[in-house]
């Protein structure tokens, strides 16, 4: 009787285990919070989505899950870049918009701003200075540097200079 009660138990995880494989991504993509910006910074970071490259620091374009106009991706681990989401807590201290913070990217990188803090394993770069906040996350390993000045001219076509709301 007691094992009978263990293979009851035991089924429903299997069934569980099948369904959540059943449903992650067959290509490896990663899997992002997609931000749910006001129609005019949707507008925006759609333009930024059209005029993003297709490599950032040599490494090819591949978008995560959910796919969306306001997320892209690329390499594997993934550099994640994600349009309109909220203003960073740190980005409250004016030293920061002026790159007198220390963990301000001083001068910014070929023409646009970014707030740099240390996240998971990595570093999440955030624009200052732009009408929409874009949030880019790199690995660790990743040339960050690289990354920004890939980035920046898509940043500064499609995100017009100015303070976000």
Not at 1 to 26: K, Q, V, Y
Not at 93 to 115: I, K, Q, T, Y
Request: one cysteine or more; aromatic letters at 4%.
């Amino acid at each position: 009787m007691n094992s009978f009660r263990h293979r009851l138990i035991g089924l429903p995880a299997l069934a569980l285990l099948i369904a959540t494989a059943g449903c992650s991504s067959a290509d490896g993509s990663a899997s992002v919070a997609v931000p749910s910006p006001d129609a005019t910074v949707t507008e925006l970071c759609r333009k930024l989505d059209e005029a993003l490259p297709e490599k950032a620091a040599g490494l090819s374009r591949k978008d995560p899950e959910p796919r969306s106009a306001l997320t892209a991706g690329w390499g594997n681990p993934e550099i994640i870049l994600r349009c309109g989401v909220p203003r960073p807590p740190k980005m409250i201290d004016p030293r920061v918009a002026e790159g007198r913070d220390p963990d301000a990217v001083p001068g910014g990188v070929n023409g646009v701003d970014w707030l740099q803090e240390k996240a998971d394993g990595g570093f999440r770069f955030t624009t200052a200075n732009r009408r929409v906040y874009v949030e880019v996350r790199v690995p660790e390993d990743v040339d960050s540097s690289g990354v920004l000045i890939d980035l920046a001219p898509a940043v500064k076509s499609a995100i017009p200079a100015g303070l976000a709301d």
